[in-house]
């Protein structure tokens, strides 16, 4: 095992087998929906990076989990607006779904301790 880990350790990983994604521009007739990716119209996109370019335009990065696509663009504010709504809308739902699955997942556990009591299979040394 040690033979094994030494070896390991001498073992250079070639930096060029890596691919790094590039960065495409955001098609034009798609610049005012951010949230849905040009290439496999999935409404998972998200940024990864903003700043102000200057008082009414924005510099985004976006990425698409589901195709992996990479992007960006200036965007004006009112672009930038709708797809900070859009963003918002996303994590209502989330949050609405994790509240139902915490839910049925307390249930779930209530259930099953409950069971076990009446089965007697919990003793007073378990806690």
Do not use: K
Not at 22 to 43: F, H, N, Y
Not at 70 to 89: K, P, T, W
């Amino acid at each position: 095992m040690a033979e094994e880990t030494t070896r390991s350790r001498h073992m250079r990983i070639d930096a060029s087998s890596f691919s790094v994604p590039q960065r495409a521009p955001v098609p034009e007739r798609e610049a005012g929906a951010l949230d849905i990716c040009p290439c496999c119209s999935s409404g998972l996109v998200y940024p990864t990076d903003w700043a102000p370019v200057n008082p009414t335009n924005w510099s985004v990065e976006l990425r698409c989990p589901d195709c992996e696509w990479i992007g960006g663009g200036v965007f004006a504010q009112v672009v930038v607006d709708r797809f900070d709504e859009a963003l918002d809308s996303g994590t209502e739902q989330l949050l609405t779904d994790l509240s139902l699955l915490t839910r049925a997942n307390m249930e779930d556990q209530v259930e099953r301790f409950a069971a076990a009591l009446w089965a007697g299979d919990i003793q007073p040394e378990d806690f």
